[in-house]
């Protein structure tokens, strides 16, 4: 699985981890209680803290619970989810905002009931452009519209312009950590960048334990607000 990500909520839904990713699950429908959240965003400070692990991980358990998900692979420079569902990338978000595309002819089913998925396309050479367009604000306002929730995997804010960018256009974002390899100043900075677009941080998700191959079920979450890290 190459580039892709382990699916534990779906492949072992009795599995203690599964329990953890539902109830990070739990913690962001509580959060939405004074606004609705409709469109929500994952990142980290860095890389290889495991975003897109739980962004996957949760997308997969709200659909689970009968919510209807669009799950959009954002990050245009480092995609990990069409490995992570066996789809084809030969198009994506960055043909839909190149080319103009109505969405929904891009968009597929996933093998998870209630799942639709969005790769990333093909890597773009604009992409804080594309992403900061127009184009991808309708995408988002179309989609809330359609879907229960729209969940994007977007890149660690430190490294590129294109997450803060789109942390000012979502309902909430959550942020990645992992122990042991997320450094305070980082996620301090990280959190600062997104003060300043006045982004909606609803909160943390530890990522305690890497195992060295990068899956299996040594990963271990908690869930607390951003403010208390």
């Keep these: 699985m190459e580039n892709g990500v382990k699916l534990v909520a779906a ?3 009795k599995n203690v981890v599964a329990e953890q990713f539902r109830t990070v699950r739990t913690n962001i429908e509580f959060s939405s209680i004074d606004k609705e959240i409709k469109t929500l965003l994952f990142t980290s400070s860095d890389v290889s803290e495991g975003k897109s692990t739980v962004s996957a991980n949760v997308a997969v358990t709200l659909a689970q619970q009968g919510k209807k998900v669009l799950f ?12 992570t569902f066996g789809l084809s990338n030969t198009q994506g978000l960055s043909t839909i905002l190149a080319n103009n ?11 998870i009931d209630n799942l639709t998925i969005i790769t990333s396309g093909p890597v773009p050479p ?10 991808m604000k309708r995408l988002l306002q179309l989609a809330s ?3 229960d929730l729209v969940i994007l995997d977007v890149p660690p804010l430190l ?3 294109d997450t803060q960018i789109l942390s000012a256009e979502v309902d909430g974002v959550v942020f990645v950590v992992r122990q042991g390899v ?7 900075r990280a959190k ?11 909160g943390y998700v530890l990522n305690d334990v890497a195992p060295k191959n990068g899956y299996g079920y040594g990963y271990g979450y908690g869930y607390g607000y951003g403010d208390n890290h």
């Design 192 to 202: 600062e960048l997104l003060s300043m677009v006045h982004a909606n941080l609803l």
């Design 126 to 135: 604009n992409p804080a452009e594309l992403l900061n367009s127009n184009r």
């Design 145 to 147: 519209s359609e879907f």
């Design 11 to 13: 492949i072992e839904p």
């Design 72 to 83: 959009i692979d954002a990050d245009l420079r480092r995609p990990t989810l069409h490995t």
């Design 159 to 161: 490294s590129v312009t």
């Design 182 to 188: 997320a450094q305070r100043t980082a996620v301090k």
């Design 101 to 111: 595309e109505d969405y929904h002819s891009i968009a597929v089913n996933s093998s």
